[in-house]
């Protein structure tokens, strides 16, 4: 490895590049204070899912692949079969979130199950413990990388409060007071967070790009010659060959990596936060589920390659979680090592940031709200606006938490590789998966079964990884893994009750999910879920049906002595501002009685600021003096949750009914319509049928009858007879055509067509017609029209129609014109005759099948009546309209009658129609 760079160089570096992302924040902000928010962008969605790619991506993958080859991949497939069920899950999911305000997810969990504060704590609690090594893990891979890239230049690394790792931490709490915790409302977004975050998933998918094509073709000369080098050398062979992975997958570890880590792209509170709280419309998902995925195949492309590249070049010398930095130094390229240490100072800064953030309001709303609420409520009372103290509450769990990461990462940090500290923090998260999922799609799941399960399941994560790993540190005497506690053997946390032979991550995975799932389910069965968990089970499972609308209102006295609409506007005022306040009572009486709906609207409003458990509690501690008790008015307040819950399964139901019985009776109707239509084809085709096939016959008969008969008198009769069979091949044809339409059968060649040429053909067909009969037919074809976009054989279907029909209503010594002419961004074709038109009633009519213009009484005009209908399909899948209206005066100056049948068609230019593709 190179000599390395000054390391107040490397400082000076980082530093800018913390500042330019606080730069990128602020203009965010700016932006959406403007109303231009830039999260409203799907691409930057997606980009911002990113976060989910730490240090563990950026230095630990290397690092793993170079102990197990292929072996790094199942970190990333857990998040790629996870955006697979977005439709399903995810979809669901922030369906509920904007629903119910939700702020975390330990808020989500909370909302769930009853507004259960004793869940939302837990969660809280278990999250902040579980996700401390991640935090660990981040300033831990940004200290070790200075190292390596200055040469351990800075003196004080070894001093407490003074080394790489705290002086990180300290600049990512300021980041996230600044941009993640200066509004009440967690609910709410936080778009320069956001856009920093979506550069600097940028700018690590960069520079590890740039690393690993410099690594692949700087130094060794392309893939080939790096792949022929490593395969040469026995122990290096085996990193790509697969046998390594099946026996990573014959152990477990793939499987049970593969669920960690989907489990983790749900539960983890940074993802939470970005694909749940800081989502705007649901939408953004359709990007996210393809975009994302690419983003993980791109930053993961040289992973192999640069380990290889590492062992070859370092053997056993340098920690392979270096070898991203380490490799551009031994190749001499000292500004991809500095890109390189600003790629991994992205990962660890975005994960820090949204990860405080999201803990703090965790921490803030689902454990210290609730005690004060509970246990000092005089405290809060005193207060005229508690907003600033639960933002210094937030402010100060960011402070605290970086302190506890950067505390794990000075005690046991150092015994673990990048990637074992991170699937610690996975495991812990997942227990949240059971009781999450659950939710969405079990209405019997209950508190209680939650709380026990998340607990039971955070115990035994806690036994069987997070105290061995400071047992390895030496903070917990070494027999505790090799003996178990009081050496009892069957409580060895890497083999409990005797399940030995395991990978640590699967034994604890395998032990935790059987205590966990076993728990939730087990007490869920035998548990009754009160009024509150009924609701919310409802408005969780049921998010997509059509909401309640009408709460009952039966027995109103239960009410009528309970909050105030004034008690309500002061307790929201308090905690939103008094214009949010005004607001949402606007144009009440703060006299009048709250009623449930006003409850439950103020519950949800506070939701959005202090969680929902917390809601509950503030509205019963502020209620008017003397007018109902706390606990009364949370019961009154399940009432109501029970009340809509049983409204929304009625109007559920009765919607149901409505909806299939209008089902039924439009498919009668229908029945009944195609009854009608059937009796009308088959009567007009029969009779359409008939009529040239008695001619036929009658002649047939007439000519094998008389074989004296005249030569000239036979020549008549038998082009009668080919006339007629004529007739009758374009009315089977046309049957033919109408039905293949109908059923979507008939194939289409949609594209680009020249309209002059096609007009040219259709007029060369008929051309014959008009001299039989007399006509001046004449054509106003433009030379320079731009092409149209349809089919050609059926474009010239519909004018040979068109001028046939003419033809045949146009009398003898007549004139019939062809004109085309752009209209705006379509083509318009018109036929014009001097025949004797189409009457103001009949110009619906003659375009459906059988039906034709003309008096009854003198006979129609001969023909089928399907030449107009099938046009008229013609052109309208094409994209286009068809008509008919009067002839324009000066074509027939004597009569001063004729039709002028007209369609469109789009120009090829325009944006294709719908349905025109076939």
């Known amino acids: 490895m190179g000599v390395g760079l000054d390391w107040g160089t490397v400082l000076v570096a980082a530093l800018a590049y913390l500042s330019a992302l606080f730069a990128i924040a602020h203009w965010a902000d700016r932006r959406a204070a403007a109303g231009r928010s830039v999260i409203a962008s799907p691409t930057i969605f997606a980009l911002s899912l990113a976060v989910y790619c730490t240090t563990w991506t950026f230095y630990g993958s290397v690092g793993r692949a170079a102990t197990l080859g292929i072996g790094f991949l199942p970190v990333y497939l857990g998040p790629t079969l996870l955006m697979l069920l977005a439709p399903l899950l995810l979809r669901k999911i922030l369906r509920i979130a904007k629903t119910q305000r939700i702020t975390s997810i330990a808020d989500f969990l909370s909302r769930r199950y009853g507004h259960s504060p004793l869940l939302g704590g837990l969660v809280a609690l278990t999250a902040t413990v579980g996700v401390t090594p991640y935090i660990a893990l981040q300033l831990k891979a940004v200290a070790v990388s200075f190292d390596a890239l200055t040469g351990g230049g800075l003196e004080t690394t070894h001093a407490l409060f003074l080394d790489q790792g705290f002086l990180i931490a300290a600049v990512m709490a300021l980041f996230a007071i600044v941009f993640g915790a200066r509004q009440i409302d967690a609910a709410e977004h936080h778009p320069g967070m956001v856009a920093a975050i979506a550069l600097e998933s940028l700018v690590k998918l960069v520079a590890f790009l740039a690393v690993g094509i410099f690594v692949v073709w ?158 000092r409520p005089a405290a809060l009372a005193r207060s005229a606006d508690p907003a600033p103290l639960l933002l210094m509450v937030r402010r100060v769990a960011i402070v605290a938490i970086l302190l506890f990461g950067y505390g794990y990462y000075r005690l046991a940090g150092s015994a673990y590789a990048l990637v074992s500290i991170g699937l610690i923090s996975f495991a812990a998260v997942a227990q949240f998966a059971p009781a999450l999922i659950g939710g969405l799609y079990w209405r019997g799941a209950t508190r209680r079964g939650a709380v026990a399960g998340v607990a039971a399941g955070a115990l035994v994560w806690a036994y069987t990884l997070l105290l061995p790993s400071f047992a390895r540190s030496g903070w917990l005497p070494a027999s505790f893994i090799a003996d178990g506690p009081w050496s009892i053997a069957a409580l060895r946390p890497y083999a409990l009750f005797g399940l030995e032979g395991w990978d640590p991550l699967a034994h604890a995975l395998f032990w935790s999910a059987l205590a966990n799932i076993g728990t939730y389910v087990g007490l869920s069965l035998f548990d009754r879920p009160d009024a509150a968990e009924r609701a919310q089970a409802a408005a969780f499972v049921d998010v997509f049906e059509p909401a309640t609308t009408a709460v009952s209102q039966a027995s109103p006295a239960d009410w009528r002595n309970a909050a105030s609409v004034g008690d309500l506007t002061r307790v929201v005022a308090r905690f939103l501002g008094p214009q949010r306040a005004e607001q949402a009572f606007a144009g009440a009486d703060p006299d009048e009685a709250a009623g449930p709906e006003r409850l439950r609207l103020a519950e949800r409003l506070l939701a959005g600021a202090i969680g929902g458990a917390s809601a509950r509690v503030a509205l019963a501690s502020s209620v008017s003096a003397g007018a109902v008790e706390a ?262 100056a004597e009569s001063g009658k004729g039709a002028a049948f007209w369609f469109t068609l789009p120009l090829a230019e325009a944006e294709a129609p719908q349905g025109a593709a076939g």
């Open 631 to 892: 606990a009364e008015l949370l019961r009154m307040l399940d009432e109501t949750s029970d009340v809509i819950a049983h409204s929304r399964q009625l109007e559920l139901k009765t919607a149901e009914l409505e909806r299939a019985t209008d089902a039924l009776r439009a498919a009668n109707e229908r029945l009944t319509e195609l009854d009608r239509l059937k009796d009308d084809f088959l009567s007009t085709v029969t009779h359409e049928l008939r009529t040239p096939l008695t001619s036929i016959r009658a002649l047939s008969e007439i000519l094998h009858d008389d074989p004296e008969l005249e030569p000239e008198q036979r020549q008549e009769f038998l082009a009668v007879v080919i006339k007629e069979s004529e007739r009758l091949t374009r009315l089977i044809n046309q049957v033919l055509d109408m039905a293949k339409i109908e059923a979507g059968a008939l194939d289409w060649r949609i594209e680009a067509i020249d309209p002059a040429l096609l007009l040219t053909q259709a007029v060369a067909a008929t051309e014959a017609l008009f001299l039989e009969r007399g006509i001046v037919l004449s054509v106003d074809i433009p030379g320079n029209l731009p092409p149209v976009r349809g089919d050609e054989d059926r474009v010239i279907q519909v004018v040979v129609n068109l001028l046939s029909n003419a033809a045949k209503f146009t009398p003898t010594g007549g004139r019939t014109r062809l004109e085309a002419k752009l209209d705006g961004d379509t083509l318009r074709i018109t036929v014009i005759d001097s025949g004797p038109g189409v009457a103001r009633k009949d110009r619906n009519i003659v375009f459906e099948r059988f039906r034709q213009a003309g008096d009854t009484l003198t006979g129609k005009p001969a023909g089928t009546g399907l030449g107009l209908a099938i046009a008229k399909r013609i052109v309208e899948h094409l994209g286009g309209r068809i008509g008919v209206e009067d002839a324009p005066a000066g074509l027939d």
């Open 218 to 375: 700087g130094l060794h000369g392309g893939l080939d010659s790096l792949f022929a080098a490593a395969a040469a050398r026995p122990d290096l062979a085996r990193l790509f060959g697969g046998d390594i992975a099946l026996e990573g997958a014959a152990s477990g570890v793939w499987v049970t990596t593969t669920i960690l880590s989907a489990a983790a792209m749900l539960c983890l509170p940074r993802q939470f936060q970005v694909m749940v709280i800081e989502s705007v419309d649901e939408r953004q998902l359709d990007r996210a589920v393809w975009l994302f995925p690419l983003y993980l195949l791109l930053i993961n492309l040289f992973v192999l390659p640069v380990a290889l590249s590492g062992l070859m070049t370092f053997g056993g010398r340098v920690d392979p979680d270096l070898f991203v930095v380490a490799l551009p130094l031994h190749g001499g390229a000292e500004w991809l090592a500095l890109l390189a240490f600003l790629g991994g100072l992205s990962a660890a800064a975005g994960m820090i940031v949204v990860e405080t953030v999201a803990l703090s309001t965790m921490l803030c709303n689902d454990l210290v709200v609730p005690v004060l609420l509970r246990f």
